[in-house]
């Protein structure tokens, strides 16, 4: 778990490459190169400008708005957000068990968002790199493009996602700013012409989702050599799962394996995470780095989502997905994957077992009837974890006998990725652009690995003429030698 | 899905200052809206939105904008490749071209940018875009009383001096 490249010696004397955000409203991602004057890289970083507003916005609030609240932070997982409140406020008002409709309401929910979520990424983020090369175009590397050359790829993209959308709305009320979870359950049953509506599209969903997964299987065959080694490096792995170690991406306890595969550590509960994972500043950073506390931080830091969970469970709960995920396991030839682009692969296993969850969870009756709420003795703290689309996600918060909250503490995906998501990058910058002429195609190796994170960088804002990046090439004078904005 | 004579998305998060400018200017015009208008209020684009033009006549885009000096802009909108790397969002062009390469086609669509500058979680709107959203109401409502294409092309050439 070598940090090397993280911090350059004489760094004044090296050319610093930038890939800037031009605005603090999207695209709060900065990458940094320092390289000498042969072009060799010195240093590379990613900087992440994490909005450490989360908390002073929730405090004060009444428990019971925040979520509802909570879903104002992020406009790309507002449901992820929504149920981690909830649940972390379950125990508040002292519901730690759920009522057996709510729980199965909430998870209908959460398997809708993991869908979207991962369809979305995969065909409009991701998958124009793939299938068009990380050189391509750029003009053509965007959905339009896929679009356009694969029409068929992205019509099922987009009816997956608004599939998942519309699961999220029946159980939610709404796509946006749902009201469906509350501490202590949920305030409706699904309608029966939803559950029909749904039930009535599931088997092409399901289908869609095995195609999805065969082509980035396709794309591996195709170049084991790029999607096996690109930004491959040994990192430990977390997230939940089940108590029979079966993947679960609603509920479960913390378990951290090595980067050879061997449990680190396992049964960890949602009340003791702060026992065992502790944050680290740099001072070159606005995020923070997560690490697991026994490790310490140089050898602690760890993956979050699609990838480790798919590796850290023992197996996955439905029939689809857990043959892919042994087929995925294989491919490690005995040791756990840890290339970068298998995220794709773990992340379209996922999807496919989310919609085979789905399916099931339609079949049962108790979505439509049965107790919704469940209460208990009043507690001033509660803490809720759960698999985001993107990783483990955390929500903290403690209760004043006013009913106002007086602390939040969140700790989101995309931080525990904050370390990985670096090393990636100096993998790939050490890789393909060191001692070259930088390209914009050169340039985008290092995006194709931070976007294989999934990174939530958008934080619910968008207005026009927001450009996300802009990538400024500066002479060891700190003169701008060149400027290319992206839009 | 049945035709509709005009779909208004209405884009921006109501708790992030001047990005509140979409939706406050939505729940402002609801009531004008023609009959069998479809009126969308989310916090960003997303490719799924495409579907939403499918059958539609006419469509308008009202966001808040960054690149205006003007209370607000009015213009035209063509279908375009343009998508940013790093976002899970898209601009309106991208949306028309993701709707014309699925449907086959895409309607003609008009973009209103309310001029903002404040995106503060947990802020209301600026004194500036409050001012500027009460000339984009009584715009819109005007849009709304006569929308057909060459009425608001024209418009909106009236705007940009074309």
């Known amino acids: 778990m070598s940090s090397s490249l993280e911090t350059a010696e004489n760094r004044g004397d090296l050319r610093r490459v930038v890939i800037d955000p031009v605005s603090r409203v999207e695209g709060h991602g900065k990458v940094t190169l320092l390289l000498d004057e042969s072009g060799h890289i010195r240093e590379a970083r990613l900087h992440i400008v994490e909005f450490r507003g989360f908390e002073v916005f929730i405090q004060g609030r009444p428990y019971w708005e925040v979520p509802v609240m909570v879903q104002r932070l992020c406009g790309i997982c507002p449901v992820s957000h929504h149920l981690a409140a909830s649940k972390a406020l379950d125990h508040v008002v002292g519901a730690a068990a759920i009522t057996p409709t709510a729980e199965k309401l909430r998870r209908l929910m959460h398997y809708g968002q993991i869908l979207q979520s991962h369809a979305l990424h995969f065909f409009h983020l991701s998958s124009p790199d793939l299938l068009f090369g990380f050189e391509s175009e750029v003009g053509r590397r965007n959905v339009v493009g896929v679009a356009e050359a694969y029409p068929e790829v992205a019509r099922q993209g987009v009816l997956l996602r608004r599939f998942g959308q519309e699961v999220i709305r029946a159980t939610a009320g709404k796509r946006i700013h749902g009201t469906g979870s509350v501490p202590g359950g949920m305030n409706r049953h699904l309608a029966a012409e939803d559950r029909d509506a749904l039930r009535g599209e599931i088997g092409q969903v399901i289908e869609w989702s095995r195609t999805a997964v065969e082509l980035v299987k396709r794309l591996h065959r195709s170049n084991p050599g790029l999607y096996d080694q690109f930004g491959a490096f040994h990192a430990n792995m977390m997230s939940l799962v089940r108590d029979d170690g079966a993947m679960d991406l609603y509920d479960g306890t913390l378990r951290f394996r090595d980067g050879d595969g061997d449990i680190l550590l396992d049964g960890v509960p949602d009340a003791m995470y702060r026992s065992v994972i502790r944050e680290q500043v740099k001072p070159w950073s606005y995020m923070k780095f997560p690490y697991l506390q026994q490790l310490g931080p140089d050898d602690g830091w760890y993956r979050v989502g699609p990838l480790a969970r798919v590796q850290n469970c023992d197996f996955i709960p439905s029939p689809l997905a857990e043959a892919e995920r042994r087929e995925f396991i294989d491919h490690g030839k005995g040791g756990p994957v840890h290339a970068t682009l298998a995220y794709h692969w773990a992340r379209m296993i996922e999807m496919l077992h989310a919609a085979e969850v789905i399916r099931d969870l339609l079949d049962d009756g108790e979505l439509l009837a049965g107790p919704l709420l469940a209460g208990g003795e009043r507690r001033r703290e509660g803490i809720g974890i759960i698999e985001a689309p993107r990783g483990t996600l955390i929500h903290h918060y403690e209760v004043g006998d006013d009913d106002l909250v007086t602390m939040c503490n969140l700790i989101v995906s995309t931080t525990h990725n904050n370390q990985a998501m670096n090393t990636a990058v100096r993998e790939v910058a050490r890789r393909y652009l060191d001692g070259r002429e930088l390209t914009e195609g050169l340039l985008n190796h290092i995006e194709v690995a931070i976007r294989a994170y999934d990174p939530c960088l958008s934080c619910a804002t968008h207005a026009l003429g927001k450009m996300p990046l802009a990538l400024e090439l500066i002479e060891s004078d700190g003169s701008v030698a060149d400027r290319l904005v992206r839009d | ?162």
């Open chain 2, 1 to 162: 899905m049945t035709d509709r004579p005009l779909v208004v998305f209405a884009i921006g998060n109501e708790s992030r200052g001047d990005d509140a400018l979409g939706p406050m200017l939505a729940s402002r015009i609801e009531s004008f809206l023609p009959q069998e208008t479809r009126l969308i209020v989310d916090f960003q684009l997303q490719v799924e939105h495409a579907l939403e033009l499918e059958g539609a006549r006419l469509a308008l885009f009202i966001d808040a904008s960054c690149i205006t000096e003007s209370p607000f802009t009015f213009r035209e909108e063509s279908p375009s490749g343009s998508s940013p790397t790093f976002s899970h969002a898209l601009e309106p062009d991208a949306v028309l071209a993701v709707s014309q390469r699925l449907a086959g086609r895409s309607p003609p669509a008009f973009v209103l940018g309310i001029r903002a500058q404040s995106f503060e979680l947990g802020e209301g709107l600026s004194k500036q875009a409050r001012s500027d959203i009460e000339e984009a109401v009584i715009f819109v409502c005007d849009l709304l009383c006569e929308p057909e294409v060459d009425r608001w092309r024209a418009i909106a050439r009236g705007r940009t001096g074309q």
